[in-house]
């Protein structure tokens, strides 16, 4: 009796959840492997919308790390140059929403730890972009997904202005 009761709460409780995850289409940000020496580590499984009234949870597919990936590699191909290697710790991602003086704004923060070895000299650095687009407060996860998907791109945009440079200077002379 006591299993039969336990079962129930947890499909009581399971079905009164609002733990909804909106996918999030990412596949127009992945370009073919155009450079297998710029990897990044695993990010986030999912987003969360952060300072909304309802919750919002965004799951992208492909992952979100990958997109990014991709994004960078195809950034820097033309700065490559051989026994150049780039290891990224997976992406720090945050998602926020419906601030006080922008209610109708959703801000990208996104950051990353590098290490360019290139040809045996190693180098780190740190890289942080932060992006912002419109979404009407009350929007549904659908808004957030396909905002996502605009503020990622100007996110890795960003991170691959950064990067480009300190590529560059790492080039033996």
Partial sequence: MKHILAVAGTVL??????DVRTPVALDTLV????APWLILGAGPEQVEVKGLDQSVKLLPEPPLAKAL??????????????NLTIACDGPKVEL????????????LGLSLHCTINARGYVSTHDYQASASTSVPAGSDGAAYA?????????GAG???AKLGPDVRDSRPK
Avoid: W
Wanted: proline fraction near 4%; charged fraction near 25%.
């Fill in 96 to 107: 926020r929403g419906g601030d006080e003086d922008a209610p109708d704004a959703v801000r």
């Fill in 146 to 154: 396909r905002a996502l998907v605009m503020l990622l791109r100007d």
């Fill in 158 to 160: 960003q991170i691959a």
């Fill in 13 to 18: 409780l399971a079905a009164c959840s609002h």
């Fill in 31 to 34: 370009v073919p492997n155009q």
């Fill in 69 to 82: 990936e991709a994004q960078l590699r195809a950034a820097v191909q033309k700065d490559y140059f051989t």
